[in-house]
T-cell receptor, first 113, second 108 residues
Framework: EPEVTQTPSHQVTQMGQEVILRCVPI?????FYWYRQILGQKVEFLVS????????KSEIFDDQFSVERPDGSNFTLKIRSTKLEDSAMYFC???????????FGPGTRLTVL | GIQVEQSPPDLILQEGANSTLRCNFS?????LQWFHQNPWGQLINLFY???GTKQNGRLSATTVATERYSLLYISSSQTTDSGVYFC??????????FGPGTRLSVLP
């Protein structure tokens, strides 16, 4: 069964550094999402992406965040200058078309020191 | 935006017991999914159930969309069922709103 993959599984970085989290969606899926879960809290929506542009973003997704699909396969989330409070689990999710089941990747645990 | 509540927040069971987890949502939805978050933090999709009833082994789920709630049933619980169970809904906005979760502990 096809699945969403994410790399790395765990990333440790120093405050102020840039990080790029990568997701490989299921092929032929059209909608892509990033979610964040701070330890012990609920999962929160960050951004959705369709047709090579952001379709919706939450207030969490400020100017330090960006997303892109650089090569038609990977879907990336970049955090330009990490803060301590960016430490969280980041999940990528994809769906084949609108109003459908979301398939989640295994997550990337980001630790900012 | 849509609000999602889950109850109970915490549940402790003896192995072999049955349980019912509830998810209430404040508006109509086109998608509802139940997830189990395992000890490694991964979200395991249990059910895609915007309406109706589904069963998968010891787990089953029912969503009554007109009354804005969903139930997850776990029968003959095992220690491996421990973890946090999340309900997530999409009310035609394409992104999910997650509930706060129910933390289940199954004791041997």
């Amino acid at each position: 069964e096809p699945e969403v993959t994410q790399t790395p599984s765990h990333q440790v970085t120093q405050m102020g550094q840039e990080v790029i989290l990568r997701c490989v969606p299921i092929s032929n899926h059209l909608y892509f999402y990033w979610y964040r879960q701070i330890l012990g809290q609920k999962v929160e929506f960050l951004v959705s992406f369709y047709n090579n542009e952001i379709s919706e973003k939450s207030e969490i997704f400020d100017d330090q965040f960006s997303v892109e699909r650089p090569d038609g396969s990977n879907f990336t989330l970049k955090i330009r200058s990490t803060k301590l409070e960016d430490s969280a689990m980041y999940f990528c999710a994809t769906i084949p078309d609108s109003y459908n089941e979301q398939f989640f990747g295994p997550g990337t645990r980001l630790t900012v020191l | 935006g849509i609000q999602v509540e889950q109850s109970p927040p915490d549940l402790i069971l003896q192995e072999g017991a049955n349980s019912t987890l509830r998810c209430n949502f404040s508006d109509s939805v086109n998608n509802l999914q139940w997830f189990h978050q395992n000890p490694w933090g991964q979200l395991i999709n249990l059910f895609y159930i915007p309406s109706g009833t589904k069963q998968n082994g010891r787990l089953s789920a029912t969503t009554v969309a007109t009354e804005r709630y969903s139930l997850l049933y776990i029968s003959s619980s095992q220690t491996t069922d421990s973890g946090v169970y999340f309900c997530a809904v999409d009310n035609y906005g394409q992104n999910f709103v997650f509930g706060p979760g129910t933390r289940l502990s199954v004791l041997p």
